[in-house]
């Protein structure tokens, strides 16, 4: 099984992706997750990324491509993998097919998960994720039992850098010009699957499943 999951920031793919890891066992594989990792390891590329990111902008491409080309050759995804934030531009989309097409694999489908835009500010405004585990926190929708702590681990939840107002207009505005057009691109291709993404998160995932398995 090899997915991508596809949607503008806040509407749930990294929830959707950790559901179907857990359901189906192949591997959630997060670029903005290995990236927030490598600047806390304060390595080169996490550095450099951090500038874009913090703004809203998109990590140039070849830092992804390199990243990702890494990343799915590892034993774990052998079976498949849940691609969550990854290919977020046309170029990108492209040099995932090529690098496919040279191991003999292929993307069995690509869900596009949609939310209206006013509801994806509210999302991201108020969220928290915990640094140990990933697992998503909201002040209005899933507050936290005891503020600032995992309830699933104790980990230390904190705010991401990039979700402030101005930096959430940014990323929706990135999405719209580099991300939307994925879905051309796959509709072409002849697996996309578009999901409502609103109601809760167990709704969005049964939709979510009926259209992979
Ligand atoms: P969201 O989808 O909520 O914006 P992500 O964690 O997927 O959150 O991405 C956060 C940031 O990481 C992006 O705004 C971007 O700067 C960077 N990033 C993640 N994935 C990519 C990618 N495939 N290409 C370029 N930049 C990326
Ligand atoms: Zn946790």
Not at 68 to 87: M, Q, S, T, W, Y
Not at 102 to 111: F, R, T
Not at 138 to 158: N, T, Y
Request: hydrophobic share 35%; aromatic share 4%.
């Amino acid at each position: 099984m090899r997915l991508i999951l596809l949607g503008p920031p806040g509407a749930g793919k990294g929830t959707q992706a950790k559901m179907l890891d857990e359901k189906f066992r192949r591997p959630q594989v997060s670029t903005g997750n290995i990236l927030r990792k490598s600047i806390q390891n304060g390595t080169e590329i996490g550095n450099r990324a951090k500038i874009f990111m913090d703004a809203g902008k998109l990590v140039p491409d070849d830092v992804v491509i390199g990243l990702i080309k890494e990343r799915i050759v590892e034993e774990d995804c052998r079976a498949g993998f849940i691609l969550d934030g990854f290919p977020r531009t046309i170029v990108q989309a492209e040099r995932l097919t090529e690098t496919l097409d040279e191991m003999d694999l292929s993307i069995d489908a690509v869900v596009d998960i949609e939310v209206e835009g006013e509801e994806l500010v509210g999302r991201l405004t108020g969220r928290s994720t915990c640094i140990d585990c990933g697992a998503m926190f909201h002040e209005m929708s899933r507050p936290p039992l005891k503020a600032s702590v995992c309830d699933s681990c104790e980990g230390e939840l904190c705010q991401r850098e990039d979700d402030k107002e101005d930096t959430i207009k940014k990323r929706l505005e990135v999405y719209e010009q580099e991300t939307a057009p994925l879905k051309e691109y796959y509709r072409k291709q002849g697996n996309l699957k578009t999901v409502q993404g609103s109601g809760s998160v167990e709704d969005i995932f049964s939709r979510v499943c009926a259209v992979v398995s």
